[in-house]
T-cell receptor, first 116, second 114 residues
Framework: DAGVIQSPRHEVTEMGQEVTLRCKPI?????LFWYRQTMMRGLELLIY????????DSGMPEDRFSAKMPNASFSTLKIQPSEPRDSAVYFC??????????????FGQGTRLTVV | AQTVTQSQPEMSVQEAETVTLSCTYD???????LFWYKQPPSRQMILVIR??????QNATENRFSVNFQKAAKSFSLKISDSQLGDAAMYFC???????????FGKGTLLTVNP
């Protein structure tokens, strides 16, 4: 398996523009997570899905952020409109259902977003 | 709610020496797991080791081992015979209870000196 695949690797956009980040989880994994990493706040969970259904979106900063998982092999994180403070590395991760809480989360290589 | 605290923003170690990274956590859950993840400059997050709270025996993975002190809510990572490739940001994380999310500490940047 190729692992969790995120695109793009880097994104530079102007303030006010819409940004869409994409994620393909590992096949067969039931859980998908979106994290944001910044120097100030570290790794923060934005939202996670189980079997394509959003379970916890309490980390989504505000209405400008939205996430979808239309099927088991694809998820998007959209920011509209984007602001400079959204600049961060965004990670997608997936986990299988077996093994309970001890199950490893497999991370993609992240998308570095810069909003100018 | 779970919280994870890493009090050492940076650490350094000489190649071939041993280093210990600290982590404390707080949780009201009775069943939970603790993890150490490594993030090298490539940004890839890699699982180093995990520990189930119910197990008293400390987990080990080759040169990596943990010191799990449940009563003190402490979960430190020991790296023996440090190698240049161990240089990375190390994150402590917890998961348990009704929520499946991983809660991370702020990380410790480890430098390995040749």
């Amino acid at each position: 398996d190729a692992g969790v695949i995120q695109s793009p690797r880097h994104e530079v956009t102007e303030m006010g523009q819409e940004v869409t980040l994409r994620c393909k989880p590992i096949s067969g994994h039931d859980y998908l997570f979106w994290y944001r990493q910044t120097m100030m706040r570290g790794l923060e969970l934005l939202i996670y899905f189980n079997n394509n259904v959003p379970i916890d979106d309490s980390g989504m900063p505000e209405d400008r952020f939205s996430a979808k998982m239309p099927n088991a092999s694809f998820s998007t994180l959209k920011i509209q409109p984007s602001e400079p403070r959204d600049s961060a590395v965004y990670f997608c991760a997936s986990s299988p259902n077996r093994g309970g809480w001890g199950t490893e989360a497999f991370f993609g290589q992240g998308t570095r977003l810069t909003v100018v | 709610a779970q919280t994870v605290t890493q009090s050492q923003p940076e650490m350094s170690v000489q190649e071939a020496e041993t280093v210990t990274l600290s982590c404390t956590y707080d949780t009201s859950e009775s069943d939970y797991y603790l993890f150490w993840y490594k993030q090298p400059p490539s940004r890839q997050m890699i699982l180093v080791i995990r520990q189930e709270a119910y197990k008293q025996q400390n987990a080990t993975e080759n040169r990596f081992s943990v010191n799990f002190q449940k009563a003190a809510k402490s979960f430190s990572l020991k790296i023996s015979d440090s190698q240049l490739g161990d240089a990375a940001m190390y994150f402590c994380a917890s998961r348990g209870g009704s929520n499946y999310k991983l809660t991370f500490g702020k990380g410790t940047l480890l430098t390995v000196n040749p």
